[in-house]
């Protein structure tokens, strides 16, 4: 999250491109790098613990849902 954050700072408040040595993606990974502890794995998005696979129920209601948006 808060790589995303720090990427996104870049590229809307300073105007940097998202790739290269010194685009927002690289910024934001050295930013983390100054953090006390470091992130495991910077600028990776790591697996959400205790997130549950929706239900199928939940599964249809939102096809439903994205089908009727999709056809608007
Ligand atoms: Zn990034």
Redesign the pocket.
Known sequence: MF??LA?NFYRTHGGVD?LGGSG???L??NREKLWHGLSLKP?DISKINGLKRPTEAVLKEYSIKIKNYMNK
């Open positions: 790589h995303e990427e998202y927002a993606h690289q934001a990974i600028g």
